[in-house]
Nanobody, 115 residues
Framework: VQLVESGGGLVQPGGSLRLSCAAS????????MRWYRQAPGKERELVAS????????NYADSVKGRFTISRDNAKSTVYLQMNSLTPEDTAVYYC?????????WGQGTQVTVSS
């Protein structure tokens, strides 16, 4: 299993970014996917999750209405569209999958929101 995130960077407050996570090594369309984030000095937290078919999504209260998780099963890729970003969204964002009871993480992508 391999998860490779991309799309992070530096953005001004109020801006937008779209993160991508390219997955391989497992039957992508059979598993739900998740995005987590970890800010400096804080624990890793769940940001959003999406079911295997993409029909069900869930979000942390802190990002509801601003972030959208989606997936393209044909491309084995999950996305996180982040709008109205604030400095509090600054963190390393990780893609996550639980495949046959084993937990897999990507390497993470840094998102920095600053003027």
């Amino acid at each position: 299993v391999q998860l490779v995130e991309s799309g992070g960077g530096l953005v001004q407050p109020g801006g937008s970014l779209r993160l991508s996570c390219a997955a391989s090594g497992f039957t992508f369309n059979s598993y739900s996917m998740r995005w987590y984030r970890q800010a400096p000095g804080k624990e890793r937290e769940l940001v959003a999750s999406i079911s295997s078919a993409g029909s069900s999504t869930n979000y942390a209260d802190s990002v509801k209405g601003r972030f959208t998780i989606s997936r393209d099963n044909a491309k084995s890729t999950v996305y996180l569209q982040m709008n109205s970003l604030t400095p509090e969204d600054t963190a390393v964002y990780y893609c996550n999958a639980v495949v046959r009871l084993s937990v897999y993480w990507g390497q993470g992508t840094q998102v920095t929101v600053s003027s």
